[in-house]
C-alpha cells in the first residue's frame, strides 16, 4: 500500500531528470505562496520566509512548508515570480535563512527561467526538512528615477557622473558595480533620455573625487546610502526596449562601500564622433581603407582628433565604424603592430591616440562603449579596410 501510494504521487507530480515538477495540466494557481516570520506567522509587509502550498488536480492539499535553496539554484526570476504570484509587482531582496525556524519543509531548488511564465513553467525538488530557507522581500512600489551627479554633488551638466537612484520615497542612493553590465548600463541610461551607454567603471577604478558639501542643494556621497546592488538587466529586456522594472533585477540590501559605486557615462559613439581613414601619406581616403581617425563632432571640442586603439575592438565594432562611413561592412581590421609595419610611423606621430575600448553590440543600432582616456600606444591603432556590399558578409549576431 505504501508503494502504491508513492508511485501515484510520483506520477501525480512527474520525475524528470532527477526534478519533480508540476505537469502542464496544473496551473500557477495550484501553488499558493505566502510570507511568515519565524513563528510561522503571516507577515503584512511583503517580507518574510517563503511559504507554499501544493494543491492537487482535484484542489486537494498535497502539502504544506518552506521554500529551500539546499544546491544554490533559487534565482532573482524566481523571485519575481514568486511575488507576483504572492501579489506584488516586484522582488526587492532574497536571502538564504539558515536560522532554525522548525517549519517543515515543501519544496527545494527552485528553478525558474521565464519571469513572464506561470510557477507551473518552474523545476523543483520535493523535501521534507532543511535549514536553507528562503527569505524573501518583495515590493509593490518598484519604479526608481537615476541621475547623475558631478564632483560637487549637483545634478552633472554633461553625460557622465556619478549614478544615483531615487525611489517612490523620494529616498535616493548610489548603485554598486556589483554584477553590472553592458545591459545595465544601456538600460538606466535609456531610463534616463539617452539612446546609448558609453562607458561605466567603479568611482574608485575612475578616481573620481567628491568635494560634496552639506548645503541643500548638493548631496553628500557618505550620508547616501547604497540604494542598489547586483544590478542585472536582461538581453531579451534591451532587445525589446524594456524598462528597468521590466527587464532587471536588483536587491536594496547591500554589501559594498562607497568605492564600488557606478561611475556612468551615457551618450553614443556616433552622435559624438565622426570617422575617416587616412592613407601613410596623411592623404583622406575614399574607398574605406587605411588609418582609421576619429575626430569629435562638436565644435567645441574639435581639439579631440586622433588614432583610436585596439583595445575590445571586433568585427561588430568595425562593422559599426565603417557603416557610418558610408560602407556596408568591414572586411578586415588590424593593429599597426600586428601587421609589423613601420611604414605608417609617419602618420601616426601626427595624432594622438583619443579613442579606446571600442565595443558595439551587433543587434542595437550604434550601442558602443568606449573610453575617451585611452592606455594605449600607437603599435595598437587600428588599420581598417571596409567593404561594399556585394563584399560583406551576413550581419553578424551577438548577444550580451
Request: some cysteine; hydrophobic content about 30%.
Amino acid at each position: 500500500m505504501v508503494l502504491f501510494a508513492s508511485l501515484f504521487l510520483f506520477g501525480l507530480l512527474g520525475i524528470s531528470d532527477g526534478y519533480i515538477y508540476v505537469p502542464p495540466k496544473y496551473t500557477g494557481s495550484d501553488f499558493t505562496f505566502w510570507l511568515v516570520n519565524n513563528n510561522g506567522d503571516l507577515t503584512s509587509n511583503g517580507a518574510g520566509i517563503l511559504k507554499a502550498k501544493l494543491y492537487a488536480d482535484d484542489r486537494t492539499i498535497v502539502g504544506t512548508g518552506t521554500v529551500c535553496d539546499t544546491d544554490n539554484r533559487f534565482t532573482d526570476e524566481a523571485a519575481r515570480v514568486i511575488c507576483m504570484m504572492i501579489g506584488y509587482k516586484c522582488a526587492e531582496n532574497w536571502k538564504l535563512d539558515t536560522t532554525n525556524t522548525n517549519l517543515p519543509a515543501l519544496i527545494d531548488n527552485v528553478e525558474c527561467t521565464n519571469t513572464s511564465a506561470p510557477f507551473r513553467d518552474c523545476r523543483y525538488d520535493r523535501i521534507d526538512t532543511c535549514n536553507r530557507e528562503i527569505s524573501l522581500k518583495c515590493s509593490s512600489r518598484c519604479d526608481y528615477e537615476f541621475s547623475l551627479l558631478d564632483s560637487e554633488g549637483t545634478k552633472s551638466k554633461s553625460k557622465s557622473g556619478l549614478l544615483v537612484a531615487s525611489n517612490y520615497n523620494g529616498m535616493r542612493g548610489t548603485v554598486c558595480d556589483d554584477n553590472f553590465d553592458k545591459a545595465a548600463a544601456l538600460t538606466i541610461c535609456r531610463e534616463m533620455g539617452h539612446t546609448c551607454a558609453a562607458s561605466w567603471s567603479s568611482r574608485n577604478d575612475m578616481g573620481f573625487e567628491q568635494t560634496f558639501d552639506s548645503s541643500e542643494k548638493k548631496a553628500s556621497e557618505q550620508d547616501m546610502p547604497i540604494m542598489l546592488d547586483d544590478v542585472t538587466c536582461s538581453a531579451k529586456g534591451v532587445l525589446q526596449n524594456e524598462t528597468f522594472v521590466e527587464s532587471c533585477f536588483w536587491k536594496t540590501e547591500s554589501d559594498c562601500d562607497h568605492s564600488e559605486d557606478i561611475y556612468l557615462t551615457c551618450g553614443c559613439m556616433l552622435e559624438e564622433f565622426k570617422f575617416s581613414t587616412v592613407d601613410k601619406n596623411n592623404k583622406a581616403t575614399t574607398n574605406g581603407k587605411g588609418l582609421l581617425i576619429v575626430e569629435s563632432k562638436s565644435e567645441s571640442d574639435t581639439e579631440l582628433k586622433g588614432t583610436v586603439c585596439d583595445d575590445l575592438f571586433d568585427e561588430s565594432s568595425a562593422d559599426t565604424i565603417c557603416k557610418s562611413m558610408g560602407f556596408a561592412c568591414s572586411k578586415s581590421f588590424k593593429s599597426v603592430g600586428e601587421r609589423r609595419s613601420a611604414a605608417w610611423g609617419d602618420v601616426q606621430r601626427k595624432y594622438p591616440v583619443v579613442l579606446a575600448e571600442v565595443d558595439c553590440h551587433a543587434q542595437i543600432q550604434g550601442q558602443c562603449s568606449f573610453s575617451t582616456d585611452p592606455i594605449c600606444d600607437h603599435s595598437e591603432d587600428i588599420l581598417i579596410k571596409c567593404g561594399t556590399e556585394d563584399q560583406c558578409p551576413e550581419t553578424p549576431t551577438e548577444s550580451f
